[in-house]
């Protein structure tokens, strides 16, 4: 069977649009990414998602119409279809929100790590540090990377003991100087901790390795690497891949997925680096391919940083590329834009938020319409697979035709 068109999947990393129904189950009552940076900003200036029906999505999932003021008349110029999504993951974190759009919800309960002081128990730092043959480590508590990097880095420059931290997330991460202890070794040390914090259920191991030499130079670099576990289900990847097809992962998506239903994979890291890599594979991309993006800046720079005018900044840059992506478009692609889960960069600590996120589908052919609050994110999974003529995914209602 020939498959004509690409999937091109922009996945605004944080993005929500309102809080979900069971935001108070997990403390974020009032979270409202967009909503909150609107009222901060009031001039936010985004015509092109505007045009493709962003602000009527978030007045529909949160019952309150967006004001951002006056904004030029739109560059873009193709139908959509617009609506928001629901998560009916039991987690908010970044594996649940990707797995689940992709067709494989997280109907079980991650392990998590307590954010304090000492977050992991002390028979796991124990083995850590007998098998990686460390003296020792740093942190062992829930911390933003920045901010434990700028307390410790100096400590782990003189005592070669990696700086290890939590988050409210299933995770476990490991931040070390690509120099002074080598990233290479960050890495391996990486590979240990994975095995050793399965039987926590732990979804990911994260190194973070960074630069410089004093606090105040400390700079994080492009080389994090993400160790995750395999989604428990066959996804929308997997399904393209066995098809015949090609799935094209930009940023942390290989990672997120564990490789699984990957045909490329692409490293990029940064907004303009990874718009241009989006764009220079859409390009080239053949037809039944999916190229899937993480813009992880909206959620690791501005989000967790609780930076309201960079998120907003970012925002605005983004909008200024989806022209560029219209021309690489062919006759029958389609592009969605969507998010794994909020984190309201005006809300109290620095975690995610349970919110509704954006499913914006626009292309040349596609037949606009308002297509109000999907039960799943899964949809967007079903809807690729519909779109390719494929066997129909376990979960999940397309909108292809609605």
């Given at each position: 069977?020939?498959?004509?068109?690409?999937?091109?999947?922009?996945?605004?990393?944080?993005?929500?649009?309102?809080?979900?129904?069971?935001?108070?189950?997990?403390?974020?009552?009032?979270?409202?990414?967009?909503?909150?940076?609107?009222?901060?900003?009031?001039?936010?200036?985004?015509?092109?998602?505007?045009?493709?029906?962003?602000?009527?999505?978030?007045?529909?999932?949160t019952?309150?119409?967006?004001?951002?003021?006056?904004?030029?008349?739109?560059?873009?110029?193709?139908p959509?279809?617009?609506g928001?999504?629901?998560?009916?993951?039991?987690?908010?974190?970044t594996?649940?929100?990707?797995?689940?759009?992709?067709?494989?919800?997280?109907?079980?309960?991650?392990?998590?790590?307590?954010?304090?002081?000492?977050?992991?128990?002390?028979?796991?730092?124990?083995?850590?540090?007998?098998?990686?043959?460390?003296?020792?480590?740093?942190?062992?508590?829930?911390?933003?990377?920045?901010?434990?990097?700028?307390?410790?880095?100096?400590?782990?420059?003189?005592?070669?003991?990696?700086?290890?931290?939590?988050?409210?997330?299933?995770?476990?991460?490991?931040?070390?100087?690509?120099?002074?202890?080598?990233?290479?070794?960050?890495y391996?040390?990486?590979?240990?901790?994975?095995?050793?914090?399965?039987?926590?259920?732990?979804?990911?191991?994260?190194?973070?390795?960074?630069?410089?030499?004093?606090?105040?130079?400390?700079?994080?670099?492009?080389?994090?690497?993400?160790?995750?576990?395999?989604?428990?289900?066959?996804?929308?990847l997997?399904?393209?891949?066995?098809?015949?097809?090609?799935?094209?992962?930009?940023?942390?998506i290989?990672?997120?997925?564990?490789?699984?239903?990957?045909?490329?994979?692409?490293?990029?890291?940064?907004?303009?680096?990874?718009?241009?890599?989006?764009?220079?594979?859409?390009?080239?991309?053949?037809?039944?391919?999916?190229?899937?993006?993480?813009?992880?800046?909206?959620?690791?720079?501005?989000?967790?940083?609780?930076?309201?005018?960079?998120?907003?900044?970012?925002?605005?840059?983004?909008?200024?590329?989806?022209?560029?992506?219209?021309?690489?478009?062919?006759?029958?692609?389609?592009?969605?834009?969507?998010?794994?889960?909020g984190?309201?960069?005006?809300?109290?600590?620095?975690?995610?938020?349970?919110?509704?996120?954006?499913?914006?589908?626009f292309?040349?052919?596609?037949?606009?319409?308002?297509?109000?609050?999907?039960?799943?994110?899964?949809?967007?999974?079903?809807?690729?697979?519909?779109?390719?003529?494929?066997?129909?995914?376990?979960?999940?209602?397309?909108?292809?035709?609605?």
């Amino acid at each position: 069977m020939e498959h004509k068109g690409r999937a091109i999947i922009l996945m605004m990393d944080s993005f929500g649009i309102g809080g979900a129904e069971d935001a108070a189950k997990f403390n974020d009552a009032g979270a409202d990414t967009l909503g909150h940076i609107v009222a901060a900003r009031k001039n936010l200036q985004i015509p092109n998602l505007a045009a493709l029906g962003l602000l009527k999505a978030a007045e529909a999932s949160t019952g309150k119409a967006v004001s951002t003021g006056p904004m030029p008349a739109p560059s873009l110029n193709l139908p959509s279809k617009y609506g928001f999504m629901r998560e009916i993951s039991r987690g908010k974190d970044t594996s649940s929100g990707h797995w689940e759009m992709a067709g494989c919800p997280v109907d079980f309960d991650w392990g998590y790590f307590p954010p304090e002081y000492p977050s992991f128990p002390p028979q796991l730092i124990q083995q850590f540090c007998e098998r990686a043959e460390l003296p020792g480590i740093l942190g062992n508590k829930a911390a933003s990377g920045t901010a434990i990097i700028e307390e410790l880095g100096k400590e782990h420059i003189q005592t070669g003991k990696p700086i290890c931290y939590t988050s409210a997330d299933s995770v476990f991460q490991i931040a070390a100087h690509e120099i002074h202890f080598g990233l290479d070794r960050l890495y391996h040390v990486c590979e240990i901790a994975f095995e050793l914090v399965k039987p926590y259920n732990i979804a990911r191991v994260i190194a973070r390795p960074f630069i410089g030499e004093k606090p105040g130079e400390f700079q994080r670099t492009k080389n994090r690497h993400d160790y995750s576990v395999t989604p428990p289900h066959p996804t929308i990847l997997d399904a393209v891949k066995n098809a015949g097809g090609h799935v094209i992962s930009i940023g942390k998506i290989n990672d997120i997925f564990a490789k699984q239903g990957i045909t490329k994979a692409v490293k990029a890291s940064g907004l303009q680096e990874l718009w241009d890599t989006t764009l220079q594979e859409t390009k080239n991309a053949p037809d039944f391919s999916i190229v899937f993006t993480n813009f992880v800046d909206f959620d690791m720079t501005w989000g967790h940083r609780r930076d309201v005018e960079g998120y907003a900044q970012g925002l605005e840059y983004f909008d200024t590329r989806l022209t560029e992506l219209t021309a690489c478009l062919r006759e029958d692609d389609i592009v969605f834009i969507t998010a794994d889960h909020g984190c309201d960069p005006t809300y109290k600590g620095t975690d995610h938020t349970r919110e509704h996120v954006p499913v914006l589908m626009f292309g040349k052919q596609v037949k606009p319409a308002f297509i109000g609050g999907r039960d799943t994110y899964a949809d967007i999974g079903q809807t690729i697979a519909d779109y390719f003529g494929l066997t129909p995914l376990r979960v999940g209602k397309s909108f292809l035709a609605e």
